[in-house]
């Protein structure tokens, strides 16, 4: 059923996670939201919606963001639904491998290719379905900054085509783990990067980067080997006193907070951890660096089409 007084929301990854959880806390704060679960795999999106429980105000549709032609055949698919006026879009999926050689259908390196390209050609797509003022939330994650200690290698970006391919004879753990900080990066770029060219709100649209902190319940560690993942498992108590390590639950909340809260009108271009705004690292305000990913991206879209 639609409601044309109400507003519409697409976040990626939504079936589980912290999608899930911003999902279940923008339904929960009353009636206005519906929320669009965008997934990859449409079987287990609708079991989430069921377990959200709110089935006139839940939408999952089809989106795999590793392949271009499936970003493209959900944002022309969207406007098709019926769905109240599309206000905001959450960049939430990504994934982190630690071995191997992932490409996406495209031909690209994997953690790029979602984490970044898809989300790219996503709201690009998007922009002209958005009735303003709408928002715009791109997970990134404190990992992308190399002063602070998060555990995991540095980010390392010279060029966008340098991310294109996976590394010779395929990922190591470090490597995998360099690739996933880097596409953070990169989300931090495109943060600033839309957010300039949408003239820092001057068009109605405010885009904000949100970092959740360190989830231990959350699936990224789903591609470490099986000793990885017992470590991990039997970290996650002691994981749970650290400062900046959160629940999944209260990331969601926070992260729904950014989408609806009336409290940040007008505020754009902006980094929170959490509910905290803060400076992002010094590497992500590089407008050189943030326009060679942009124009990459674009060359990249526009080919696939």
Same mark, same amino acid.
């Given at each position: 059923?639609?409601?044309?007084?109400?507003?519409?929301?697409?976040?990626? #990854?939504? !079936?589980?996670?912290?999608? &899930?959880?911003?999902?279940?806390?923008?339904?929960?704060?009353?009636?206005?939201?519906?929320?669009?679960?965008?997934?990859?795999?449409?079987?287990?999106?609708?079991?989430?919606?069921?377990?959200?429980?709110?089935?006139?105000?839940?939408?999952? %549709?089809? /989106?795999?963001?590793?392949?271009?032609?499936?970003?493209?055949?959900?944002?022309?698919?969207?406007?098709?639904?019926?769905?109240?006026?599309?206000?905001?879009?959450?960049?939430?999926?990504?994934?982190? &491998?630690?071995? #191997?050689?992932?490409?996406?259908?495209?031909?690209?390196?994997?953690? &790029?290719?979602?984490?970044?390209?898809?989300?790219?050609?996503?709201?690009?797509?998007?922009?002209?379905?958005?009735?303003?003022?709408?928002?715009?939330?791109?997970?990134?994650?404190?990992?992308?900054?190399?002063?602070?200690?998060?555990?995991?290698?540095?980010?390392?970006?010279?060029?966008?085509?340098?991310?294109?391919?996976?590394?010779?004879?395929?990922?190591?753990?470090?490597?995998?783990?360099?690739?996933?900080?880097?596409?953070? /990066?990169?989300?931090? &770029?495109?943060?600033?990067?839309?957010?300039?060219?949408?003239?820092?709100?001057?068009?109605?649209?405010?885009?904000?980067?949100?970092?959740?902190?360190?989830?231990?319940?959350?699936?990224?560690?789903?591609?470490? %080997?099986?000793?990885?993942?017992?470590?991990?498992?039997?970290?996650?108590?002691?994981?749970?006193?650290?400062?900046?390590?959160?629940?999944?639950?209260?990331?969601?909340? !926070?992260?729904?907070?950014?989408?609806?809260?009336?409290?940040?009108?007008?505020?754009?271009?902006?980094?929170?951890?959490?509910?905290?705004?803060?400076?992002? %690292?010094?590497? %992500?305000?590089?407008?050189?660096?943030?326009?060679?990913?942009?124009?990459?991206?674009?060359?990249?879209?526009?080919?696939?089409?």
């Amino acid at each position: 059923m639609t409601d044309n007084t109400g507003r519409t929301v697409v976040i990626t #990854g939504a !079936n589980t996670g912290l999608g &899930f959880e911003c999902a279940r806390a923008l339904l929960e704060s009353g009636p206005g939201w519906h929320v669009v679960l965008a997934v990859r795999d449409t079987a287990r999106g609708t079991d989430a919606a069921a377990r959200l429980g709110k089935p006139e105000r839940t939408t999952v %549709s089809a /989106l795999d963001l590793a392949s271009l032609r499936s970003v493209r055949d959900f944002a022309t698919g969207l406007p098709q639904l019926g769905l109240p006026p599309l206000t905001a879009v959450v960049c939430n999926a990504g994934l982190q &491998f630690v071995g #191997g050689t992932q490409t996406t259908v495209d031909g690209y390196e994997m953690t &790029f290719g979602v984490n970044h390209l898809g989300h790219f050609a996503l709201v690009n797509q998007l922009l002209d379905n958005l009735r303003t003022p709408a928002r715009i939330l791109v997970v990134s994650s404190g990992t992308h900054d190399p002063d602070k200690f998060t555990g995991m290698p540095a980010p390392r970006y010279t060029t966008a085509d340098e991310l294109l391919r996976p590394a010779p004879g395929g990922l190591t753990g470090e490597e995998g783990r360099r690739r996933y900080t880097t596409s953070k /990066l990169c989300n931090m &770029f495109f943060t600033y990067e839309l957010d300039r060219r949408l003239g820092h709100g001057a068009k109605g649209v405010a885009v904000n980067a949100f970092d959740p902190g360190l989830m231990p319940a959350s699936g990224l560690s789903r591609d470490y %080997s099986p000793g990885q993942q017992l470590a991990w498992r039997l970290l996650r108590p002691v994981l749970r006193m650290v400062p900046g390590v959160h629940s999944v639950r209260r990331s969601g909340i !926070n992260l729904a907070a950014l989408v609806a809260d009336p409290a940040l009108d007008g505020v754009t271009g902006a980094y929170f951890a959490g509910t905290r705004r803060l400076r992002s %690292s010094k590497d %992500s305000y590089d407008e050189e660096l943030a326009r060679d990913l942009w124009q990459t991206s674009e060359r990249l879209v526009s080919a696939a089409r």
